[in-house]
């Protein structure tokens, strides 16, 4: 059975201190919560990512992810965090694709399924984020736009390496936009995603992916959204950054 996940990507916010006073303030929010069924994953920035593992290792149901890993093993790359040394810290997961990386960082669907190879090498699970931005929608690209990036950056991959993955859909124009997908657009893209893993890996691995919504996601309308049959949780950026309203996201399934 896939897994329910709500996974808060931090981006490039939180201090140190501010951050791993979130962290507190989460774990004491879920302590009596029912929301033990629910994988809980924090994706701070790098420079947090040992001292966040280091206070969820002995709480069940909580991980910890990267926002990102280079495509490279190790080298001459200043400035570069290679998977490796993102599991050193005892981090699980990794944010790959995400479409400020593809946007302001111009990462190809190449270049990412570089990334997730290194990534899964490395005992990394890659959460890999597809979607299509709202011209694409507006003319009705989308699915095209996604089982592109599917094929191009995760097809390659063999039916086990296949089978560890999380990917999260995140209409760019959902982003950080205040407006949401609705859940008939967020159960129609996943049923979309789910029949095109089912084509390439058959039912039993696309019944088992679990494929998370991000944008613009929140304590409203979490609840309906994780209603939808093949929406398996959530990826999320502004609401995580506040422990109730995280919180509050995390409980919408047990509602
Ligand atoms: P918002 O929840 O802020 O729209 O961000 C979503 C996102 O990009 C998560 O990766």
Known sequence: MRKKI????????????????????????TSDSPSNSVLKIIAPPFTHLASVHEKIKTISGFSVAAQNCHHMSNGAYTGEVSSEMIHSTGTSYVIIGHSERRQYFGE??????????????????????????????KTNQHLEVVKKQLKEALFHLSPPDFSKLIIAYEPVWAIGTGVTATSHQAQGMHNYIRSEINKKYGKEISENTSILYGGSCNPQNAQELFACLDVDGGLIGGASLKAADFVSIINSFAN
């Open 6 to 29: 709500v996974a808060g990507n931090w981006k490039m916010n939180k201090s140190l201190s501010q951050g791993l006073q979130l962290v507190d303030e989460i774990i004491a929010a």
């Open 108 to 137: 190809s669907d190449s270049l990412l399924a570089q990334k997730v190879n290194l990534a899964l090498t490395n005992n990394l699970i890659p959460i890999f984020c597809i979607g299509e931005n709202g011209e694409e929608r």
